[in-house]
């Protein structure tokens, strides 16, 4: 890890920390999920490093080490996308290939629809390049669907506010690793979800742990709920949301995500490639939500296959 690099870039206003490993010409930009930062990409950095590309992955702003916004309730997808914009050319990289996970996918989608001159190929996990139109999976599940409560302003706020930040991401990533939705009873919170007891998963360390609690210290919470699930009703005026570039799915076979209403028909049915025509989807057995940190080996694999044949 020691020969991760970071820096801090000035775009829209906010210092953005990026961390960055690697030389050469081809870059490749990998996007965070919740409740992540840079720091889940660290063995697929390395990996592409090692492989001679130049890796980079940023903090959202009011992420990890990134400044928050002045008004975080405000912040939106589109800012995630500007501020992409805004790094590659503070950076003057003109072309970079997307890794992106879990929501990152939206501003992933997004930046290849409006720049598609940018992008030479995406890589998404755990979600899939859909519409850049509202999400409403949260129309079709329970009240305690935790998309759900934490739209609404202030209740995952109580609800972590009774928790260290630690164990709150402790908790998240036990949730997220599971195979079934995390929905709570009508007496329950999200994080009473988690018994105090439950292990975490055998491939994320109590070391690993300690590096998020540290940067949710720093950042806290506040835009990390605005982006992505309290913005999820923004609206983009994108004509014939159509991306042409190469893309590869990788997904866990057993990654909750699948377990939406719809998506795993939207997936295996190949509806999918309405959006996006040049889609691969490769699957990992006993994946879960977190496939590129349970099985990093398996997914550099795939991911460098995938960077050759577009490169």
């Known amino acids: 890890m020691d020969q991760i690099q970071h820096k801090f870039i000035e775009a829209n206003g906010l210092k953005?920390?990026?961390?960055?490993?690697?030389?050469?010409?081809?870059?490749?930009?990998?996007?965070?999920?919740?409740?992540?930062?840079?720091?889940?990409?660290?063995?697929q950095m390395?990996?592409?490093?090692?492989?001679?590309?130049?890796?980079?992955?940023?903090?959202?702003?009011?992420?990890?080490?990134?400044?928050?916004?002045?008004?975080?309730?405000?912040?939106?997808?589109?800012?995630?996308?500007?501020?992409?914009?805004?790094?590659?050319?503070?950076?003057?990289?003109?072309?970079?290939?997307?890794?992106c996970k879990d929501f990152g996918a939206r501003p992933a989608c997004l930046f290849s629809l409006l720049h598609p001159e940018r992008v030479s190929g995406a890589v998404t996990l755990g979600v899939p390049f859909m519409p850049p139109s509202p999400s409403a999976f949260h129309k079709y599940l329970p009240e305690g669907f935790y998309v759900s409560r934490w739209l609404e302003p202030g209740r995952a706020e109580a609800d972590f506010g009774r928790l260290d930040v630690k164990t709150v991401v402790r908790n998240i990533y036990i949730l997220f690793s599971r195979s079934e939705i995390p929905i709570a009873g009508e007496d329950q919170e999200i994080m009473d979800l988690v018994e105090p007891s439950t292990p975490l998963p055998a491939w994320f360390t109590e070391e690993d742990l300690a590096i998020y609690g540290a940067l949710y210290?720093?950042?806290?919470?506040?835009?990390?709920?605005?982006?992505?699930?309290?913005?999820?009703?923004?609206?983009?005026?994108?004509?014939?949301?159509?991306?042409?570039?190469?893309?590869?799915?990788?997904?866990?076979?057993?990654?909750?995500?699948?377990?939406?209403?719809?998506?795993?028909?939207?997936?295996?049915?190949?509806?999918?490639?309405?959006?996006?025509?040049?889609?691969?989807?490769?699957?990992?057995?006993?994946?879960t939500h977190f496939v590129h940190e349970q099985f990093p080996d398996q997914v550099n694999q795939l991911i460098l296959a995938f960077l050759n044949n577009h490169s």
């Not at 913005?231 to 005026?237: D, K, L, P, R």
């Open 16 to 43: 953005l920390h990026i961390a960055e490993i690697g030389t050469g010409p081809l870059v490749v930009v990998f996007l965070h999920g919740f409740p992540e930062i840079w720091y889940t990409w660290r063995h």
């Open 46 to 99: 390395i990996a592409v490093a090692n492989a001679g590309y130049r890796a980079i992955a940023p903090d959202y702003r009011g992420y990890g080490l990134s400044d928050p916004p002045p008004e975080p309730e405000k912040t939106s997808f589109s800012d995630l996308v500007s501020d992409l914009f805004a790094i590659l050319d503070a950076l003057s990289i003109h072309r970079v290939f997307l890794i």
């Open 217 to 287: 210290e720093k950042s806290g919470f506040q835009t990390a709920l605005q982006v992505p699930y309290r913005s999820i009703h923004e609206v983009f005026n994108i004509p014939d949301p159509k991306v042409e570039i190469p893309v590869l799915l990788i997904m866990g076979e057993k990654d909750y995500i699948l377990k939406f209403p719809g998506m795993g028909d939207y997936i295996r049915s190949g509806q999918v490639k309405v959006v996006v025509p040049n889609l691969e989807i490769k699957y990992l057995p006993e994946g």
